[in-house]
Nanobody, 128 residues
């Protein structure tokens, strides 16, 4: 079992930045792919970014160039640096984990249903 706890959300003005953290416990995440997803009121959960066990990254088109995902396996932690935030980025952000496999591609890393663990989420609100 992997327990995930997100932190770092809050209220920020458009154009501002936030850094989300995801602390994992229960098992080392070194062999897990880690993803960030978000869900706005009335909408489905959507993919934001993912990082493979080997450190390769994937991003949704809507955040590419503004968000950066990173990980430190020694600290069992994943981060999401969010810059140039927009009101459309307002959502609850979830950290998720899944066992990684060599042959996975973008479709595998961007599907919420394929992840085994996720946290309670952290609220990000961007005001205009």
């Amino acid at each position: 079992q992997v327990q995930l706890v997100e932190s770092g959300g809050g209220l920020v003005q458009a154009g501002g930045s936030l850094r989300l953290s995801c602390a994992a416990s229960g098992r080392t995440i070194s062999t897990y792919a880690m993803g960030w997803f978000r869900q706005a009121p009335g909408k489905e959960r959507e993919f934001v970014a993912a990082i493979t066990s080997g450190g390769y990254t994937y991003y949704a088109d809507s955040v590419k160039g503004r968000f950066t995902i990173s990980r430190d396996n020694a600290k069992n932690t994943v981060w999401l640096q969010m810059n140039s935030l927009k009101p459309d980025d307002t959502a609850v952000y979830y950290c998720e984990a899944r066992p990684d496999r060599y042959a996975f591609d973008y479709s595998d890393y961007s599907a919420h249903w394929a992840y085994s663990y996720w946290g309670q989420g952290t609220q990000v609100t961007v005001s205009s």
